[in-house]
């Protein structure tokens, strides 16, 4: 992104699926439809030489679910204010070389991002939009495009803080999440763009008042998108994506999104 540039978007996501609730919550056979309403921003800058980047990111759910309740079938709905995202991100090296008559640029890059406990939460439920404890994500990437194609790979490593006014006044504890990710994307000649992006996240295991509990996260996470703009300034994205889990904790869910941006 040039220096000095905003971007402000506008997103609306719908997830279905099945969700595997951590063991100790006792849901069994649960599944959730939820509508998520987004506002993003971007804001690019310099410090010391360096190109910068700052996102936010604040959603808004509506969500339902549905499942077996300590062998009783029972239903939730939250509507409010999720967690609110925060990623600061730099470039570390930019290169490019010419190869023939294709230019080639390798960009290296780390960030770090965190999110807020702003969203809705209640001790005395078991299931809430917001997590009640922050979450912060250092990362690190590397971006390569040759011609029309780009290739990213990105690895995260998520840390929580603990959730003391889990339900029932019990105080949770999270081991550091671990997570990689890679993308394949190819701008077209009229500038439509596609890319197709894999994702694994592993470990995670959950305490809860300091006992251990046996739900560490695999999950497989996979994802379609393309885009196109409208305008000089505008434009406009779709997403699908899908979510497996290989445990006994995650979920498997599909989500479609659209999102529609405005730089300035």
Not at 7 to 20: A, E, M, P, R
Not at 210 to 220: A, S
Request: no cysteine; glycine share 10%.
């Amino acid at each position: 992104m040039p220096e000095g540039m905003n971007v402000v978007g506008i997103g609306y996501g719908h997830t279905s699926g099945d969700v595997l609730f951590d063991p100790v919550m006792q849901i069994k056979d649960a599944e959730v439809k939820a509508d998520t309403l987004a506002v993003s921003y971007i804001r690019s800058f310099s410090l010391a030489g360096k190109a910068l980047r700052f996102d936010v990111f604040l959603p808004w759910h509506s969500a339902q679910w549905e499942g077996i309740l300590r062998g009783n079938p029972n239903s939730a709905e939250r509507k409010g204010f999720g967690d609110s995202r925060f990623r600061l991100s730099v470039n570390l090296l930019n290169t490019s070389t010419q190869n023939t008559n294709e230019t080639s640029k390798t960009v290296v890059g780390a960030g770090i991002a965190m999110t807020a406990p702003t969203g809705e939460y209640d001790k005395n439920k078991l299931i809430n939009l917001g997590q009640n404890r922050f979450v912060i994500r250092p990362q690190i990437g590397v971006v390569h495009t040759r011609g029309a194609w780009s290739y990213e790979l990105t690895g995260s490593v998520f840390f929580f803080t603990d959730n003391n006014d889990y339900f029932k006044e019990s105080i949770q504890s999270q081991d550091p999440l671990y997570a990689i990710q890679t993308h394949a994307i190819y701008v077209f000649d009229s500038g439509i763009w596609t890319s197709l992006s894999a994702g694994y996240g592993w470990g995670g295991i959950s305490s809860i008042n300091n006992e251990k509990k046996d739900n560490e996260w695999n999950n497989l996470l996979m994802a379609l998108s393309f885009g196109f703009s409208l305008s000089r300034t505008q434009s406009i994205k779709f997403n699908y994506m899908h979510a497996q889990t290989q445990n006994v904790t995650g979920s498997n869910t599909d989500t479609l999104s659209i999102g529609w941006s405005v730089r300035f």
